[in-house]
């Protein structure tokens, strides 16, 4: 299994704001009480908690105070949790081209044991080719450089490692047939995308479902999305929504529900995963 003690900072300030609030919810310490400790707002312990925000050392040692942990061997490997939590991510080498909401994202990502992913317009990039990529980003950063675009291709490759993991996260894809059909780059370009798409479902962790165009304006209603599940125990499901200049992390049991409810839906009107790889073959074949 994959050990998150082992990623970036992401994963581990989710481990830490996990671990905390066990400690709190273990005293009986409202979320109030332990934000006056460290001069916070409730809300700011909600998203420590959840890994959403950096830590102080400081704050975490009044916090493990506040908890009752006061012995050394207790304490010391929490707190350099949060010394480690606070270092950089590989992705923040790209800060000039990435937005902060997305970078959170991709922490998410790499911290995720599931994620299921509905795409309406594209290839879903974990899956994309660097050729597809290079042509979609050129046509969705259009006044960037050639220097930006090749950046931007390398942050995808690089979130793309997380499947070839020896235990990746399960990669479930809902994706219009559309979207598949809609040329991105030449058919060179087009083809060995939906080559790379036949070899990614015979792989591990891998389960992916074609929208028929029947169904599309269905499944188009509720536009992309991610979910993402969490091994944590302590940890609800995010869904994170992109959009043009910010994007929005719905975590709230009443959303989740209706995400996940979409999907279970789309899901039935979507071919059988066992059809995929013929689906996708006569594709290719159309494109030879």
Do not use: C
Not at 125 to 151: K, M
């Amino acid at each position: 299994m994959h050990d998150p003690a082992h990623s970036g900072p992401t994963v581990l300030r989710i481990l830490l704001g996990g671990q905390l609030r066990r400690l709190r919810e273990t005293k009986g310490i409202s979320p109030k009480d332990a934000g006056e400790a460290i001069r916070a707002s409730p809300s700011k312990i909600s998203r420590l908690e959840l890994g959403r925000v950096g830590f102080k050392k400081r704050d975490v040692a009044d916090l493990l105070t506040l908890y009752g942990v006061v012995a050394a061997e207790e304490r010391e490997p929490l707190l350099d949790l949060a010394e480690r939590a606070n270092r950089p991510g590989w992705w923040q080498r790209y800060n000039d081209i990435l937005p902060p909401w997305f970078e959170v994202y991709i922490g998410l990502e790499e911290a995720a044991s599931a994620l299921r992913v509905h795409e309406t317009r594209f290839v879903p990039e974990l899956l994309q080719t660097e050729d597809y990529a290079r042509a979609a980003l050129e046509l969705g950063h259009p006044l960037a450089s050639a220097t930006e675009i090749e950046r931007r291709v390398k942050v995808l490759t690089r979130r793309q490692r997380i499947l070839r993991r020896p235990e990746p996260p399960q990669l479930w894809v809902l994706v219009d047939e559309a979207a598949l059909r809609h040329p991105i780059g030449d058919r060179e370009i087009m083809r060995a995308q939906i080559a790379a798409l036949i070899d990614a479902v015979g792989s591990k962790g891998v389960t992916l479902q074609i929208v028929p165009p029947s169904r599309s304006a269905v499944t188009a209603m509720g536009g992309a999305f991610s979910l993402l599940r969490f091994a944590e125990p302590s940890l609800p499901d995010v869904v994170y929504i992109e959009q043009l200049t910010s994007a929005l992390y719905l975590d709230k049991t009443t959303d989740l529900l209706v995400y996940k409810r979409h999907l279970d839906r789309q899901s039935v009107n979507a071919s059988p995963p066992g059809a995929t790889k013929e689906l996708l073959t006569a594709m290719l074949d159309g494109l030879r």
